[in-house]
Structure formats: structure tokens, C-alpha cells
């Protein structure tokens, strides 16, 4: 379908799309396990990355794959790799390592569903560094954040995530991926490439930071302590989210991810009906936007936490919201029979109900 | 059990500054593993390898953990320390990315026979055009002497105190006649650093196994045994002997595999 001005949408499933912006970003590594429903993407990147210039090796382990990514990070190449929550977990080793090593590297949790947001936003592995996380709603917005974390990786030099799920991995929607521009990046001179053997002045990168004899690091202690001033500087620099109708609301509807469409829906019909209730989700899951929550929640007499797991992100909306003692959670666990993706629960009807019983109107 | 001696420092002939005994690739001579200890005579090796070959400025070395860490501090070669038992995937991921650099990995037995078994195995069946490097002295030296997969039978260590015993705590592997098994691995060799001949054979080894990853041939993998005296609870000045009677009786010296039969 042509759109104006010569613009061509293709028809494309969500992880064709992100495989696309992925190679427009410039990735030239990736790498993974086959595991559903993140097994599309390795997929995508499997037939079309060779095609431009890259390479794209099938793990025989999650293992395997986050610490060949991280080798071909470590050559300053754009690396990625990825897998659902089992997987995740396997990787988590090489992601404190990545980060403790100020490697970048993008990794795609195409999630079966809201319960790795715990897994995503506190990480499991070793030692003080976060990772940033960003979960888009749909598609589009999965391309764009894909492209935007190849970019945030490189400049902050640290492990990135996103948070997809089923739903993105799988809804064919028409769209064009275009390259986008980010403002340019310092130069990787921290790169490995093997040419400053011999020359006195060889690389090393350790998470000790001990350097070597002509070039010694700053060792363990100061360079963690620099590292950790890194990501609170992050935390104020990165944090992301989307309000609506938060202005004169007296509820408040959090989501993230592909659920908030639905909340979205939900709103727009509950306002039509004269309640005054707004929604507000966390683009980035972490850095956590905690300001911005707390200036959209005050004056609510309810905040309403709405997430399909047994309660993870509450606890970051109880930490940040104007009145920690309105805040409740009417999500749950939900999970289709398939296993893949979510159940019973992500259903308008049902988010309805559920938002007027706890309000009482 | 026997008591550990400590010897002195090594003795240098007179008129000579020990840096001259130093390969040109080491920033430093000065390491902190134990007198008698066979990684630096196996290190030492690589990096005249490295130098004669003309690969000085385009290698890379990805280390494990173990003593041998040390020796990666110490080398002017780009260097990435990575997580125990990971180097052959981390090598796999710079190679791709890095097909004209000489790339090593750098491992013990604990680090690449009990945490990374998979790792190697997996490197060496897709043919990843790297040189596997393993220093086997049997031990986790680095922790203080235990149990490793590679720790021959009898062998004592503070996880088998009365020696290893089959029954109780299983077999050695023998990772190298696992790799020459598999079709991506295109030369396998074993040799030590217990006597000036094995360590000449040793360098010719490591010599063939760089030349072959040049090349483009295949995976490449070099074994060195090497002695610790002090996890295996022997005398410094024993370590060599000690080596002989044990390791080398239970894994033999040799090419296992190279182009055109070993
Ligand atoms: C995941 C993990 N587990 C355990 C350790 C602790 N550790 C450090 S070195 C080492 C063993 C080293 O043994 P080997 O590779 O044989 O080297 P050696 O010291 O004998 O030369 C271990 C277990 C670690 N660093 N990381
Ligand atoms: S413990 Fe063993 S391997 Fe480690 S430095 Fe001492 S002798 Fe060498
Ligand atoms: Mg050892």
C-alpha cells in the first residue's frame, strides 16, 4: 500500500519489524536459542542478516549466546541477542558481566507474557549496575525502540532490554522501518581489535578494571564506584513515560507494555461514561519514571495497578505514587492455556469490571 | 601429608637482568604464582609463538579464571577477561566479528573442562577458527587445590582428601580425545612444560595450531600440562617428576590430530 510522498508500508509481523530496525540500527551480531515466542526474531535475523554484512549464530545454549555476544560487543561491533524468561535467566551472568564491563549490548525479551518484569527491571546477575529497560506497546513503537536502544547501549555502554512479548512478536501490521538519526556517539576507543598487542599499549577490559603493568586500571573499588554513579546518572537522564487524561483524574490506571492498549481502550470508554480516571505507563520500565508518576497520581483517590503477573510493578508504583496507601493491584496471573502468552484477564470487559468494582462506581 | 617447601627466588645467571629471559609480548616479569608453577614456561611459549609469526599486533586473548589470569595481566596483548568456563563462546562472538586476528583462549582445566565443557565442545564442533589454549595441572590451583574434572585417579586434593577414587568422585576427561572426535577440530595436541624437551615439542604445538587458525582451517586446540606443586601438596623441586609419574601417565604427550594425520 503507497502511502504520500512515496512512503511504502509492507505488511510485516512484529518480529520481521523488529529484525528490520535491528539491522537499520546497525547490528552486525546476533545471536540466540530458539525458544517461543522470541524464536520468530532469531528467525528474522537468521535470513537477513548475513545479507547485510552481519553475522547471526545459532547458540547451542542461552549461555553460549549472551557471551558470544558479548565477544562481538567487546570488538565494538552492535551486538544483540535475546530469548523469553527461561532463557533470560540462563543469560543473566553474561549480562552483570556485560554491564560491569561497560559493554553495550541490546537484548530482546520477547516475554510469554508480564512476568519477567522483575527479571527486567532488578536483573538477576552479579555485583551493582541496572539495566535499562524500555517496553513498547506495539509494534511501531517496538521499532522505534529498538533503534533508540542500539543508540542508549553505545552511549551509556551498557546492557539494554527490550521488554516485548507475544502479541508484538506476532501482529502483522503494516509499517516502513526507516533508519533513524541519533546525535553522534563518542568513538569506541575501548574497543578490542587486537592491533595494540605489542605496541606497550594493550587493551584490557575485566570487570577488576586491574589494567596491565604500562597501563594500570583503577581496580575494582574506584571503577565500581564510577560505574554506579553511572547509572544513577541514567536514572535521572532516561526515564521515559506516556500519561493520558492524567490532568483532572481522580483514578489512575498504570499498565506497561501491550496491555496498556487495553487500558487505554478502557479509559477512553470510562470517561465517556463521566469517570474521571487517566492512565500513565512506564515507557522504561527502569530507569522507572517515579517523578513523573508521583506529579500524575497526585490528588487520585485510587491508583490502580493493572499487570498480569502477581504483582512485580507494584511495587515501583507504591515506592513513587503521590499516596502510597491508594495504590492496588487489579491485575493477577494470566496465562493462556498455550503457556506462550497472556489469558483470561487481558480482556476489556474484564479490565472494566474489575476497575469499577474496586472503585465502587 | 607432605610438606609444602618454598623456594627462592629464581636464580639469574650473572650479568644477565631477568628481563632479558622476557618475551617482548610481557609488560612485566614480575607475576605472583608460585615458585615451580608451569603456567609461566607455558605462557612464555604462546607469546615467542606469537612474536616469531608475526602476530604481535593482531591477537587477542580471551582468559578464563585461574592462576593463569595472571599471566593476561601481564602480556602486552589485547586482552578480555571473561566469566569462568565462557572463552570459547566469547571467542566465537570476537572472531565473526574479527576474522583476521589471531585469536587465543586462554583456560585451565577447571575453567574449561569442569565449568566449560560445553563451551569447547560446542566451539570445536562449528570449527570456530580460534586456538584453544588449556593449562591442565589437574587442580583448581587458583582456589587452593580441588577436585576438578581432569584430576587424575589418586590424586589428592582438599576435596579428595584420601585421593580420587572412581568410585566416589568419578573419572578424569580427557578433553582433547573428546575434541579430535569432532569434525569442526582440525588439530589437537598435548604437551607439558616438566622437562626443556617437552617444552620445545610443546612450542612447535602451539606454533602449527596458530599457523592452522591463520589459515582458515578449523578449530585449533593445545593442551599443556603443567605443574602446580602447591595444590598437588608436592615439593617445589618434585613438581616435574611428579608431573611425569602422574598426568602424563594418565593423558599422553602427542598430536592427537593435525592436517594429513598426526
Ligand atoms: C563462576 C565462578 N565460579 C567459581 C569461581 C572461582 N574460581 C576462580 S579460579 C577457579 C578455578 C581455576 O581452576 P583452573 O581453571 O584449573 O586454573 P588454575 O588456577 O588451576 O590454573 C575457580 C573455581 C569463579 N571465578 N567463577
Ligand atoms: S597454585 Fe598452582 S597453578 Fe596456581 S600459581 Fe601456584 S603452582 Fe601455579
Ligand atoms: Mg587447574
Redesign the interface.
Known amino acids: 500500500m503507497g502511502g504520500g510522498g512515496g512512503v511504502t508500508r509492507r505488511l510485516m509481523q512484529g518480529s520481521a519489524a523488529v529484525a528490520e530496525a535491528a539491522i537499520a540500527a546497525g547490528c552486525?551480531?546476533f545471536?540466540g536459542y530458539p525458544m517461543l515466542p522470541f524464536t520468530e526474531l532469531l528467525e528474522c535475523m537468521a535470513a537477513r542478516l548475513p545479507a547485510a554484512g552481519g553475522?547471526c549464530?545459532n547458540?547451542?545454549?542461552e549461555?553460549?549466546?549472551i557471551?558470544?555476544?558479548?565477544?562481538?560487543?567487546?570488538?565494538g561491533?552492535r551486538?544483540a541477542t535475546g530469548s523469553c524468561g527461561q532463557g533470560l535467566a540462563l543469560m543473566q551472568?553474561?549480562v552483570a558481566?556485560l554491564a560491569l564491563n561497560e559493554l553495550p549490548l541490546v537484548l530482546f525479551n520477547m516475554a510469554r507474557g508480564q512476568q519477567d518484569y522483575f527479571q527486567a527491571t532488578r536483573g538477576g546477575g552479579w555485583g551493582d549496575y541496572r539495566t535499562i529497560a524500555l517496553a513498547p506497546k506495539d509494534v511501531p513503537e517496538a521499532v522505534a525502540h529498538t533503534q533508540l536502544l542500539f543508540d542508549l547501549a553505545d552511549r551509556w555502554r551498557t546492557p539494554v532490554l527490550l521488554y516485548g512479548d507475544y502479541v508484538i512478536a506476532h501482529t502483522s501490521v503494516g509499517i516502513e522501518v526507516e533508519p533513524v538519526v541519533f546525535p553522534p556517539l563518542p568513538p569506541k576507543d575501548w574497543a578490542?581489535?587486537?592491533?595494540?598487542?605489542?605496541?606497550?599499549r594493550?587493551?584490557?577490559?575485566?570487570?577488576?578494571n586491574?589494567?596491565?603493568?604500562?597501563t594500570p586500571g583503577a581496580g575494582p573499588d574506584a571503577a565500581w564506584k564510577r560505574i554506579a554513579d553511572k547509572y544513577a546518572e541514567i536514572e535521572r537522564a532516561e526515564a521515559r513515560h506516556e500519561a493520558r487524561d492524567t490532568e483532572d483524574a481522580e483514578v489512575l490506571l498504570v499498565s506497561f507494555g501491550t496491555t496498556a492498549v487495553f487500558v487505554d481502550r478502557v479509559v477512553e470508554e470510562l470517561r465517556a461514561d463521566g469517570l474521571r480516571i487517566g492512565s500513565f505507563r512506564p515507557v522504561s520500565l527502569w530507569p522507572f519514571p517515579g517523578s513523573a508518576l508521583a506529579e500524575a497520581s497526585a490528588g487520585c483517590r485510587a491508583v490502580l495497578v493493572y499487570e498480569l503477573n502477581a504483582g512485580q510493578m507494584v511495587d515501583d508504583v507504591t515506592m513513587h505514587a503521590a499516596d502510597r496507601s491508594v495504590v492496588r493491584s487489579i491485575g493477577g496471573v494470566s496465562q493462556d492455556a498455550s503457556g506462550m502468552r497472556q489469558g483470561d484477564l487481558l480482556d476489556l470487559g474484564a479490565l472494566r469490571a474489575r476497575v469499577r468494582e474496586v472503585i465502587g462506581r | 601429608m607432605t610438606e609444602v617447601t618454598a623456594t627462592g627466588p629464581a636464580q639469574v645467571p650473572e650479568g644477565q637482568a631477568v628481563v632479558e629471559f622476557s618475551p617482548r609480548l610481557l609488560q612485566s616479569p614480575e607475576h605472583e604464582l608460585c615458585p615451580g608453577c608451569g603456567h609461566p614456561v607455558a605462557w612464555r611459549v604462546v607469546l615467542e609463538v606469537l612474536e616469531e609469526l608475526g602476530l604481535a599486533n593482531r591477537s587477542l586473548l580471551i582468559c578464563g579464571h585461574g592462576c593463569y589470569t595472571q599471566m593476561m595481566k601481564l602480556s602486552d596483548i589485547d586482552s578480555l577477561q571473561c566469566l569462568h568456563g565462557r572463552a570459547p563462546a566469547v571467542a566465537t562472538g570476537v572472531k565473526r566479528m574479527l576474522p583476521d586476528t589471531a585469536v587465543l583462549t586462554l583456560q585451565g582445566d577447571g575453567d574449561m573442562v569442569s565449568e566449560g565443557l560445553h563451551e569447547v565442545l560446542h566451539a570445536g564442533a562449528r570449527g570456530e577458527r580460534v586456538t584453544a589454549l588449556l593449562f591442565n595441572n589437574g587442580v583448581f590451583g587458583d582456589t587452593g587445590g580441588h577436585l576438578t574434572a581432569t584430576t587424575v585417579l589418586g590424586q589428592r586434593t582438599k576435596t579428595s582428601l584420601e585421593g580420587r577414587d572412581p568410585a566416589t568422585h568419578g573419572h578424569p576427561i580427557d578433553v582433547a580425545r573428546l575434541l579430535a572426535q569432532l569434525d569442526g577440530t582440525c588439530y589437537v595436541a598435548r604437551g607439558a612444560v616438566n622437562t626443556p624437551g617437552t617444552v620445545a615439542r610443546t612450542k612447535r604445538m602451539v606454533r602449527r595450531a596458530l599457523e592452522l587458525q591463520m589459515e582458515g582451517a578449523g578449530f585449533t586446540f593445545v593442551e599443556v600440562l603443567t605443574m602446580c606443586p602447591t595444590g598437588w601438596f608436592v615439593p617445589t623441586p618434585e613438581g616435574p617428576d611428579y608431573l611425569e609419574e602422574t598426568m602424563s601417565a594418565t593423558f599422553g604427550l602427542g598430536e592427537l590430530k593435525a592436517p594429513g594425520g598426526p
Open positions: 552486525r551480531f545471536t553475522v549464530v547458540a547451542a545454549s549461555i553460549e549466546a557471551n558470544m555476544a558479548l565477544g562481538a560487543a567487546a570488538t561491533a551486538s551472568e553474561g558481566e578490542l581489535d587486537g592491533t595494540m598487542s605489542g605496541t606497550g594493550a587493551r584490557q577490559i575485566w570487570t577488576w586491574r589494567g596491565k603493568p604500562n
